[in-house]
């Protein structure tokens, strides 16, 4: 009951996980009623006046968590439906996978709608696939038009999509030296910048095979 004490006193003052421990205290007063009503029969230690004390206690510790007033931060400016559709759409743009403008789309019913739109779904398959990938995977909608999100969730299932790393190293082809992408090393060829060739993590490791 002290453990417990301490972690209502918690709850209430940062007014976090309150759902969780309201669930807790209603289980445990639960089981203590199923006992109590079977006294002389159950495995209660101490008083059975005792043990009504702690039932009330949580019944206490119960309604002040269902008095708790949430706190809503202050206004910090702009949200990001409040933007303007064009901007809305360009952001979204940017987004390289398709699992993160569904999880986008189930925001709020107007970001699910821009979510939808068919020229961001073409562009994600355009960006992932070639040409002739996505015509081995045509999927054509019951309006007559090529489904853009079906065939992308289609083809990621059928070929790997296009690696994107934000720094990658570069392997000179000439003098075999490792750098970063941007940084010189001393090459000793005509044309430095027309031997260097970017790896991915995968050619990296292949490097060091056998």
Same mark, same amino acid.
């Given at each position: 009951?002290? +453990?417990?004490?301490?972690?209502?006193? @918690?709850?209430?003052?940062?007014?976090?996980?309150?759902? *969780?421990?309201?669930?807790?205290?209603?289980?445990?007063?639960?089981? #203590?009623?199923? #006992?109590?009503?079977?006294?002389?029969?159950?495995?209660?230690?101490?008083? +059975?006046?005792?043990?009504?004390?702690?039932?009330?206690?949580? =019944?206490?510790?119960?309604?002040?968590?269902?008095?708790?007033?949430?706190?809503?931060?202050? !206004?910090?400016?702009?949200? !990001?439906?409040?933007?303007?559709?064009?901007?809305?759409?360009? &952001?979204?743009?940017?987004?390289?996978?398709?699992?993160?403008?569904?999880? /986008?789309?189930?925001?709020?019913?107007? =970001?699910?709608?821009?979510?939808?739109?068919?020229? *961001?779904?073409?562009?994600?398959?355009?960006?992932?696939?070639?040409?002739?990938?996505?015509? $081995?995977? *045509? +999927?054509?909608?019951?309006?007559?038009?090529?489904?853009? @999100? $079906?065939?992308? !969730? @289609?083809? &990621?299932?059928?070929?790997?999509?296009?690696?994107?790393?934000?720094?990658?190293?570069?392997?000179?082809?000439?003098?075999?030296? /490792?750098?970063?992408?941007?940084? %010189?090393?001393?090459?000793?060829?005509?044309?430095?910048?027309?031997?260097?060739?970017?790896?991915?993590?995968? %050619?990296? +490791?292949?490097?060091? @095979?056998?």
């Amino acid at each position: 009951m002290n +453990i417990l004490e301490k972690v209502v006193l @918690k709850v209430l003052e940062d007014q976090q996980n309150i759902r *969780l421990i309201r669930e807790l205290l209603q289980t445990l007063y639960t089981s #203590l009623c199923m #006992l109590v009503q079977r006294v002389g029969k159950s495995v209660l230690v101490g008083n +059975i006046n005792m043990w009504v004390y702690r039932m009330e206690t949580i =019944l206490h510790w119960q309604q002040q968590l269902n008095n708790i007033q949430i706190t809503r931060p202050a !206004f910090r400016g702009l949200t !990001f439906t409040d933007l303007p559709l064009c901007l809305q759409l360009n &952001i979204m743009q940017r987004l390289s996978d398709g699992r993160d403008l569904v999880s /986008l789309g189930q925001v709020a019913p107007e =970001l699910h709608v821009l979510s939808e739109d068919r020229l *961001l779904w073409k562009r994600l398959c355009q960006y992932h696939f070639s040409e002739r990938q996505i015509r $081995k995977r *045509l +999927i054509v909608s019951d309006k007559g038009q090529l489904d853009w @999100k $079906k065939m992308y !969730f @289609k083809l &990621i299932r059928c070929y790997p999509r296009k690696e994107q790393y934000e720094d990658t190293l570069q392997l000179c082809r000439h003098c075999h030296i /490792l750098s970063w992408k941007g940084t %010189d090393h001393p090459c000793t060829a005509n044309n430095p910048e027309s031997c260097s060739v970017s790896l991915s993590p995968q %050619d990296f +490791i292949n490097l060091f @095979k056998f």
